[in-house]
């Protein structure tokens, strides 16, 4: 198991942007306490990579700094070549995690979550969409056949859902605020909607519907999980009213749901805009802790092994021989 970072390739920002930019070192140093050492730097995602999900003519933008000031706005970050930087290594380190998860059963990006860029536009402060460029890469190295994305971000993942419609090798499930950001709504797979003040119980009881339901029909080799900060209670953004209880038992569920089912999970932090960075560090790094118990070094549990995933997949594929899928 691995756990990428990216906090040194900071992102500058103006004095009182509401983006909570420190949650990323102070968190990688709440894990570097806890398992200094499977962290490791990613490479950053090449344009390759990202153009099998973003237009190429949007990633040139972006390297060049030549959005215009509208699609800047709707960005939401002033454009640095850093932010360039730390957009390449945040999509890199989820790759990275899929091929971790892939290895080990698990691997984690300690950033990620971009999931409000679209093929050709950023969005909401994500500039290219980790996910899906993560989904991709896995496919195209021919790891796995199929993907699910479990977007548990309190905002939809518009982006996610609007890149990868049509594809029906990745399932996109989101379950997100029915009146939160985006206003305009993608169509995902699967959308569930909770409504303002929704808390603990009332999430759990939609959850435990839900991710059975997109689970069965994704039959994915891999999960990509958004396992977002921002349901809490105490977020800016958010909307909902989840403890940090009901947060890490969201997360407890999610990750036994898919060992249930032998699916190796690459996990990303998402969004959280709590007043308190010490709350949203607080809820991702009880994250982190949740998966460590399950695919650390410590962890008793049976991983997926890359034979049994490349023969799972192979079967979907109609191939004759597993090996053909690997």
Wanted: aromatic share 6%; hydrophobic share 45%; charged share 25%.
């Amino acid at each position: 198991m691995r756990i990428w970072y990216t906090d040194h390739f900071v992102l500058p920002l103006p004095a009182g942007h509401r983006f909570p930019m420190a949650k990323y070192a102070r968190l990688r140093e709440r894990v570097a306490d806890v398992a200094p050492g499977l962290l490791a730097v990613p490479p950053a995602a090449t344009d390759d990579e990202l153009a099998r999900a973003h237009d190429r003519g949007y990633i040139a933008a972006v390297v060049a700094g030549t959005l215009d000031a509208h699609a800047q706005r709707r960005l939401g970050f002033p454009w640095s070549p850093a932010m360039v930087e730390r957009s390449r290594r945040s999509a890199g380190a989820t790759i990275a995690a899929c091929r971790s998860a892939l290895a080990d059963g698990c691997g984690i990006n300690l950033a990620g979550g971009t999931h409000h860029a679209t093929r050709d536009a950023g969005a909401g402060f994500c500039v290219f969409n980790d996910a899906a460029v993560a989904a991709r890469a896995m496919q195209a190295e021919g790891r796995v056949g199929r993907v699910v994305v479990v977007d548990l971000d309190v905002h939809q993942g518009d982006g996610t859902a609007a890149i990868l419609a049509g594809d029906d090798s990745v399932f996109t499930f989101s379950l997100h605020g029915r009146r939160n950001f985006p206003f305009r709504k993608a169509g995902s797979d699967l959308d569930v909607e909770v409504d303002d003040g929704t808390g603990d119980e009332a999430y759990l009881a939609t959850l435990a519907t839900a991710l059975p339901r997109a689970l069965d029909r994704a039959q994915a080799d891999l999960a990509i999980y958004l396992a977002g900060a921002d349901p809490y209670v105490g977020d800016r953004l958010g909307r909902l009213a989840l403890s940090k209880h009901g947060l890490a038992e969201r997360d407890r569920r999610v990750l036994d749901a898919l060992a249930a089912r032998g699916l190796p999970v690459a996990i990303v932090m998402a969004g959280g805009y709590a007043e308190s960075i010490d709350d949203i560090v607080d809820i991702h790094a009880t994250t982190v802790a949740l998966a460590l118990e399950r695919h650390g070094p410590e962890a008793t549990h049976r991983k997926v092994t890359k034979p049994r995933l490349c023969a799972r997949a192979a079967v979907r594929a109609g191939a004759g021989d597993p090996r053909r899928a690997c």
